[in-house]
Nanobody
Framework: QVQLQESGPGLVKPSQTLSLTCTVS??????????WSWIRQPPGKGLEWIGS???????DYSPSLRSRASISRDTSKNQFTLHLRDVTPEDTAVYYC?????????????????????WGRGTQVTVSS
């Protein structure tokens, strides 16, 4: 059974870079046709897909966050990491890592976190001085 676990700081100051790591167990992030993603949910709002890194290492990002977001991976640790630059209080949210299989396009489900095949419990990140 694939399990995902988010880790990172719960509080980040405005203008700093938010970095969150997702550790994957029970499966490899290089397994074919799987996409490893970051999704967030601001307070009182719906889910927002941030971006994904594919099994191949290629990345896709939400157009609204592409200028500030980057996703990298460490295959030796079976982890992938989100970096979000120049954060503001509007980046305050619960951040989830998730994964799903797709033989074609990168999944970007936002109706519910349960639409993903696998997802972490989520971690609260607050941006405040």
């Amino acid at each position: 059974q694939v399990q995902l676990q988010e880790s990172g700081p719960g509080l980040v100051k405005p203008s700093q870079t938010l970095s969150l790591t997702c550790t994957v167990s029970g499966g490899s992030i290089t397994t074919g046709s799987y996409y490893w993603s970051w999704i967030r949910q601001p307070p009182g709002k719906g889910l927002e897909w941030i971006g994904s890194i594919a099994y191949s290492g290629s990345t896709d990002y939400s157009p609204s966050l592409r200028s500030r977001a980057s996703i990298s991976r460490d295959t030796s640790k079976n982890q992938f990491t989100l970096h979000l630059r120049d954060v503001t209080p509007e980046d305050t949210a619960v951040y989830y890592c998730a994964a799903d299989y797709s033989p074609s396009a990168c999944p970007t489900y936002t109706d519910t976190i349960r639409a993903w095949a696998y997802w972490g419990r989520g971690t609260q990140v607050t941006v405040s001085s």
